[in-house]
Nanobody, 115 residues
Framework: QVQLVESGGGLVQPGGSLRLSCAAS????????MDWYRQDPGKQRELVAG???????NYADSVKGRFTISRDNTKNAVYLQMNSLKPEDTAVYYC?????????WGQGTQVTVSS
């Protein structure tokens, strides 16, 4: 059973930074791809960033140059460093783990960008 727990969300002013963390348990973490999604009420869920087991990384166009995804396999953790935050980045951010055809989700952490 895979369990994912996100942390690090909060309220930040436009232009500010946050670092999200996701701790995984119950799996051989290093073998699997990890992604960050976000969803704001009334909007479609969006893939923000992903990192494969080999370290290949992709970003949504909307966050390129501002967000950085990384992973630490020794800690079973994945991170999302978010800089130059904008009000449109406001959403619940979810960490996911891809295991074959299955995708596991964390409970989400709220990020609010507002002055």
């Amino acid at each position: 059973q895979v369990q994912l727990v996100e942390s690090g969300g909060g309220l930040v002013q436009p232009g500010g930074s946050l670092r999200l963390s996701c701790a995984a348990s119950g799996s051989i973490f290093s073998r699997y791809g990890m992604d960050w999604y976000r969803q704001d009420p009334g909007k479609q869920r969006e893939l923000v960033a992903g990192i494969t087991s080999y370290g290949n990384i992709n970003y949504a166009d909307s966050v390129k140059g501002r967000f950085t995804i990384s992973r630490d396999n020794t800690k079973n953790a994945v991170y999302l460093q978010m800089n130059s935050l904008k009000p449109e980045d406001t959403a619940v951010y979810y960490c996911t783990l891809s295991q074959g055809l299955s995708r596991y989700w964390g409970q989400g952490t709220q990020v609010t960008v507002s002055s």
